[in-house]
């Protein structure tokens, strides 16, 4: 016992000493971006792939000037595992406190992907003082409600893309267009059971019936529902015209193809549709996901001219990763890092509660739009002309390449309906 | 090594053969071999907040302490009960959403709300467990199984205590040390309580009921209320550990109920030692910091972490304690035969 | 009648997935917690031999489902046949080579949702009012097949005799010269082989995805502890059971209790009648 | 005659198809001993899993003292001083013989009845384990009371099944097949055993194949064949019966094992 016990520890401690000595001494003491990320998640790479691609561009045009120095960012990643089903938010909140005191960042980009470990993370922020801007999967508004709520105690967290609500407002315009131009009237809601997509379709319920829509039904599916079928005869039976689709679990895959297989006269408008924003998406459904909507947040994801930088954005990202934009957090964790930068050359220094100020007087032109905050709730204020504000995107996938087709702004098509359902 | 034969034997050493038995110790050499075990456990664990550098190993060392606690129970439940749970993360769950929902809405401050959460989350444990107490074997196992992801799913379904967002703005310790102290504090309590407890005449009934249950029904003794005890203390135990973790990340929700909690302190018996208790914590030693240090790998860590286990299950299922024991009692020379 | 049609497609792809699994437990008495893993590493592997190497779909298949055989046999005797008759390593062990096995594939890049199977015919067609896609009228199909080949091996055949044999009890086919261990790997490659089935059959409704792998778990445990752990024909009739209380469920109280339904199956049978619905476990034995 | 301590009335048990018990009756009276014997496979271990709630019997029910006992959980039954041995020894192996008494010392009705010597309130109990092996022939100063069961040999384990019994201060022990297992010194060494039990005013219920020993010790004999009462009555009675014979030896002739001292 004695000699085991002692071997054990002392080697223990011996590797732990080892792993942080490892200094980095180089020029200017470098600013660390810890990103907390579920890498193993479209979520997660791609908030992890924008996030480097602008901290190469700025540290290439010269780093940060913080009062004069120079100062180059430093990215430390940690996988989250958040998205993973049956693993505890504590490791996510591990992983954030890992960032923090162990890796010593300065700032949190990215933030942890799921809505309960961003919510979780807030109180942890609010104890290390360390300022976070989420720019992927957190659409819960229950985020800067908290914030505005308890601002003292939570005002070190931001959020740079919409959120439910912000989407619940572009969908109902889409809605009414398409009242207008094929007369459809009549929606079927289908969310996953997590509490912002449950929360958004019973708002989108209430919302689109006062607007004089039909809402035929609204299902609410646990993660990992791997049939769909009873859903889908019902909107059938119902004679419902759009579903409106909230799911970020792989599943939706089986739910589209089987709607391709089974020719029902709906068409898919995917509020968050993770399986749909993706390129590989048509690959992955052999061509079913023909028709699909889904809306991308933040309009930098698919080819769009919202702003002069929109475009330069997507090339410099598919040349860097040999792929165009992916999920919803590609151009918003972009952004995240330029807006960052923005406000630590404003406010000259690194210290939290001066960022926070510089911050919350962003007013950046990027890619998907007008970036301003608002200054009680640090939400991105969002607006359906780029000039003005952040600009969503809605697109749809006709044969095989993704179009915007809202706002109206920078659509570049318009929204087709299936052969199926054109006729009647 | 000259050509005769020769090989290795083991001999026990002579201080143990002594202070095994009930014989009074002679000498000061002996007092000190046996305390000294537990005397380095004890100085390691509470000398441990000093010794490690930064902030975020401190907060391994609770996270350590608190799945420690749950092995520590798993091992109880399953060496000295015969029942096997599987379902380690229904305790840490009750545990925590008691804890929370005591401090968000009745605002009882963390030193308070996590044994009453122990005694609540016990109780409560218990009794959703009654039924499946005659079961035996792999039927007991597959329903603990089960529990957690129950809850999960009912919580998930009814949207109760904040749905999938869980409760948040739990306040946490007071500083980070008292934090440290008290999980340690409540581990070695643990450990040593058990280790008392179950070398205590009613301890003995656990074992026996284990050893032959029909013998012990036979006697006159309702063996399901002992049982019953024994779930109680395990849950109990476990839904501390589930507190500790909420106080300690300020949040509580279903995701306290992932199969993470459940299968790490049984992964920690196998390699400590099952039946031992000191083992389950010693693997959790190993455990928990070596899946940190691995985290910059990404996924591999799981994949690593499990072949760690498959490893120690194969090679060496009696775990560390066993083989060190065995070296610390024994010692082996070369004999010619 | 949909609830019929569908009903019966829902419980035949449990069927489909407890099958294995009670196949494994029935002859070897081995909880085979891998089972999901299995499931999940046949669709990847056919995938990568349909679109990497691009092998014809039925060779892909037939390739895939040998290299699973091959991999629940040299599980079983590198790994669980030193663990065999300790409960609890058993567990542990396939659990955390199940556990390797997903997140090794996680780590090799086989993340997101690009991965997926083609359907075996396009289209649909309509059973009376109800309109059902071909590729789950020929799951269904292939499923009862399934099961109607696997009795006549079971009851018919030599191997398959041997193997109700040592279900039976284990001592007394050792004494009648049937290799135990032979036997158990055989029946975990069989097993291996009917996850490899299973998932053929309903992966290319979706896409292939690590995380089912555990969906499916806990739906075989479920099928199979309701069945009654041991006899696959059980299962069989089980996961009828559980199939159309989901649905039930899904059309009448609503879907977001769908899951919460084949949890509460498995929690109330062991309650009530731990040895399930065909199960043979001795009254004494799992009750005390 | 005072009415019996011990009152069976048309008990019958089915095992799936097997017929274990059909209706059988029988009474024992305080202070008795009662011999049940017959072929293997008569239902004798059945008798006594029911008596003492192992099994529930599916029809007939059983009277304790005038209170019906049929279907109650066995450590109901044993707290009502209804105890029994098992046929197959189950000592607990891991601990040491006096620990194995201890273990019963815990139930309430020890706790009620101070234990096999007590007068009413229970003092410390590890020495009344010892008193109580001391007291069934474990010899006091040698180790053998703290030896571990795994090495005591099959005589004393038997010993220390009835140990148990006593321990809870029975009024009635059925002992199935004590005498089974054991060499011949080691019987004739149980038998005062059980005499001195009678004297202490234990109601015996004896399951033996050993008919010599067992008609010593016996008052009244009961005889089972596949399940039905054959027989009760005097030891002698039983043994003159022509059915007894048959059903024991298949034909009448066997005569010299019949002699008895």
Known sequence: MKHIKLRVCLSLFVFMFLLFSGGHAFAEKPIIIGAPLSIAYLYGWDAERGIKLAVDEINAAGGVNVNGKKRPFKVEVIDTRDLEPGVPVSEALMAVERLILSKKADFIVGGPNRSEAALAALSLLSKHKKISIVTSGVLTPAYHKTIAKEYDKFKYAFRIHGEAVTLIGEMIENFVDLKEKYGLTKVFIMAQDVSHARGAAKVMAKVAGSKGFEVTGSEIFPTGTSDFSMALLKVKSTGSQIINIWMDMPESAILLKQWYDLKIPALPFGSTLAAAEQPGFWKATDGKGEYTLCNVVNAGNAPSDATPWTMKFYNAYAKKWGVEPEGLGSSSSYMAVYVLKDAIEKAGTLDSDKVITALEQTDVMGVYGRLRFDPKSHQVIAAKDPKDGAVGSILQWQDGKRIVVYPKSIAKGSILLPPWMVKN | MSTQESRKERIDRGIKVRSDGLYALMSWRELCYLTLPRFILITGMLSLPFLVPDMYWQRVISIVCIYAILALSFDFMAHYVGLVSLGGAFFIGTGGYIAGILNTYFSIPPFLTVPLAAIIGGGFCTLLLLPCLPLKGVYFAIVTLMYPLFMARIIEAFDIFGGTDGIIGIDSFSSSFAEQYFVICILLIFLFGLRRFVTTDRGLIFTAIMDNDQAVKASGINITKYKALAVYIASSMGCLAGACLTHIYMWSGISQFALDFSILPIAATVIGGSGTLVGPILGCLILVPASELLRDFGTLRIAFYASILVGFILFKSGGIMEFGQRKYEQFERWTKI | MEILVYGTINSVSLALMGLGFAMVYGISRVPNFAHGALYVICGFVTWTLFHKIGLPYVIAIILSLGVNGALGMLMYRFVLIRVRGMNISEIIASYAIGLAILEGLRFGGFRGMTYTLPVFMEGSIMIGPVPVDFHRLIMMVIGILLVAVLWVFTHHTRIGLALQGMAQDERAALMLGIDSDLMAMLAMGFGAVLAGVAATLILPLGNIVVESGYHVLIMSIAVCIVGGLGSWMGAFFAAFIIGYAQILTVVFIGSHFQMVVAILAIILTLILKPSGLFGQQKELEERV | ?261
Not at chain 4, 9 to 16: C, H, M, N, P, W
Not at chain 4, 87 to 102: D, F, I
Not at chain 4, 172 to 190: H, K, Q, T, Y
């Open chain 4, 1 to 261: 005659m005072t009415d019996p301590i011990l009152k069976i009335d048309q008990l019958s048990k089915r095992f799936g198809g097997v017929k274990a018990l059909e209706n059988v009756s029988f009474d024992v009276f305080p202070g008795d001993v009662l011999g049940i014997i017959g072929p293997n496979g008569s239902g004798k271990t059945t008798i006594v899993n029911s008596i003492t709630g192992f099994i529930k019997p599916n029809s007939g029910n059983i009277y304790f003292k005038n209170k019906n006992i049929t279907g109650k959980p066995p450590h109901k039954i044993a707290d009502m001083g209804v105890t029994r041995t098992f046929q197959v020894m189950r000592p607990y192996y891991s601990l040491p013989a006096y620990k194995n008494l201890v273990i019963p010392l815990f139930s309430p009705r020890a706790k009620r009845t101070g234990g096999w010597r007590g007068g009413g309130t229970l003092g410390n109990r590890q020495t009344i384990a010892i008193d109580i092996l001391e007291d069934i022939g474990f010899e006091r100063d040698s180790y053998i009371p703290f030896k571990k069961t795994s090495t005591l040999p099959t005589g004393y384990l038997k010993r220390l099944e009835l140990a148990r019994c006593l321990a809870l201060k029975p009024e009635i022990i059925i002992c199935d097949e004590v005498f089974s297992g054991l060499s011949m010194s080691e019987i004739a060494s149980m038998v005062p055993l059980i005499e001195r039990l009678q004297d202490e005013g234990i109601t015996i219920v004896m399951i033996e194949h050993r008919l010599r020993e067992l008609f010593q010790v016996a008052n009244r004999v009961m005889v089972l064949n596949f399940g039905e009462k054959l027989i009760e009555g005097s030891p002698t009675e039983v043994m003159a019966d022509k059915k007894v014979k048959e059903a024991y030896f298949g034909s009448e002739e066997v005569e010299e094992v019949m002699t008895y001292a």
